[in-house]
């Protein structure tokens, strides 16, 4: 599919607000910082609105758009230096199987999570949302709540667990596994 | 102490301590490897309530200006002349089209507004968003829903009361903190606080809800509709305000309705319908699929005349129906679907029963008559 290149304020705009989260979103997964993820897909479309006479994606938006934001995601782990050599391929490899698409894709993804975490009991919840979400360690979780460490973890546990079973997010197959996972680094 | 291995073999316990110390795992095995990958991406979902396209657009314009500055004083001209040039050419290729045959594809423009009880008033949007985190409670929006969870220290605050406000358009889907999930239909409002205290769950509703009261006998939920009200112990029920009438429908439980002096209560498929005129309380037993297939996103109709079909439409999608002949206003139609995204699809559905039926749309006004 031959995309055209949007020339236009108006049509980049509408190109930047449909794609803009769910790469905020791609970058974090793999930066684990929400600035530095704003930067990079700043960086992504700063560069793509100055090459926007030059380039000719073959492909659609959405892919070249995933595919460059990852691999500049990547790139910063790899300049920050707090981040193993190793890790880094096996973060690239997660990262493959998060491929967040536009807004809608998100709606739904957003929309299926929240589902599945209305159903859990109140007490998991909470305790799911402190770690995942407020990044609170399991030992403070414990302290503030007045349960034990253990506790904290069969709750994330079994959070995740349910939301594996709940969420269509998280369908992967083996083959696209044993793909990504022998797949050298692109650089 | 450890956790036990679960049916896959997998060392949870390993995700786990990965997860808290943001550090990768070694030697994860296949299913290691997919736990770990859907915990990021929940992770991931979770932080995108924290990105705005609207906020990333604003510093991408700024920081483009930036660049510009610098090399492209020279291009502007140049620019200036070809978009005189292309919009001259574009009206040489595509004429303005001048009166054309219009079809009922627009969508409802309004917003759902929230008001929350420090004053705030927040449109809400389709991305998902935190919206609220304070010591009465949590509050996060996403797709059609708004989800409150209690903080559980608001003792001291007295009792704060957030508005919700759907306007015509979609139906939304709220978790209020103490688990009870209302549905809420297009054109409606309701009043709540954001956590509940004291001896009963207060709520005020305007338009439509439907209601699936968390169980707590010893807080009864109170729905007031002006001056009916209707007390429920744990239990599903729908009430309907849009008119002259406050129609309460029970779906299981029990519940108890009261207008003025008056009282009755309800079993499941039961109906109370209180005339808000004369505050005249009845009851009947009705088919409960025309006052619940709204909150699973179909319409539904049985027999019902084109004019209150069309008043129903008008409320799902912001369009005003004219009848030509008030006898078709009287037609009966029957008609059991899921909602279409856009009104048109409903028109055609009418045209299949009747293909006589004009529908002569002008942009947001409808004028049915018979060929």
Known sequence: MHQPMPDDNASFEELFRKHFVALCTIAYYVVEDKDAARDIVQDFFLDYWSKRHKIRITNDFKSYATGAVRYLSIDYLKRSGRVKLEDLEVIDGLSRHFTAEDREWKEACYTALWKALEQMPEQRRKVFLMSNQDKIKYKDIAEQLGISVNTVKTHIRLALQFLRMECKWVMTTPVVFLLCWKMPLLF | MQLPADDTGMDWNKILESLDEAKIPEDMTKEEFFAMSDARAAQA??????????????????????????????????????????????????????????????????????????????????????????????????????????????????????????????????????????????????????????????????????????????????????????????????????????????????????????????????????????????KRTVDSRDYFAWIQGDLYFDGATLGSITETLSRYYDYRFVFDDAAIAALRFTLDIPRPERLQDVLAQLNKSREDLRFQVDNKTITISIH
């Open chain 2, 45 to 282: 979902l979770l932080a995108a309530q924290d990105f705005d396209e609207s906020a990333g657009w604003q510093e991408f314009t700024y920081l483009r200006g930036q660049r510009r500055l610098r090399h492209q004083r020279i291009i502007r001209l140049a620019v200036a002349a070809s978009v005189v040039l292309a919009l001259g050419a574009g009206l040489w290729i595509f004429p303005p089209r001048n009166h054309s045959i219009q079809t009922a594809d627009a969508l409802p423009a309004g917003k759902v507004r929230l008001r929350t009880s420090d004053g705030r008033s927040i449109e809400l949007e389709k991305q998902a968003r935190s919206i609220q985190d304070n010591d009465i409670a949590k509050i996060n929006a996403g797709g059609d829903s708004l989800v409150y969870t209690a903080t559980g220290k608001a003792k001291q605050h007295g009792i704060q009361r957030d508005t919700l406000d759907i306007p015509r358009g979609t139906p939304f889907q709220l978790l209020l903190a103490d688990g009870t999930r209302v549905w809420l239909n297009a054109e409606s409002r309701l009043i709540y606080p954001a956590a509940f205290q004291g001896l009963t769950r207060e709520v005020f509703l305007e338009g439509e809800g439907y209601f699936d009261v968390a169980p707590d006998p010893s807080h009864p939920f109170l729905v007031h509709t002006g001056n009916i009200t209707t007390k429920v112990l744990g239990t599903a029920f729908n009430i309907r305000a849009y008119d002259a009438s406050v129609v309460t429908t029970l779906r299981s439980g029990k519940v108890q309705v009261t207008a003025g002096s008056a009282s009755l209560q309800l079993q499941p498929d039961e109906q109370a319908i209180v005339h808000t005129r004369n505050g005249d309380l009845q």
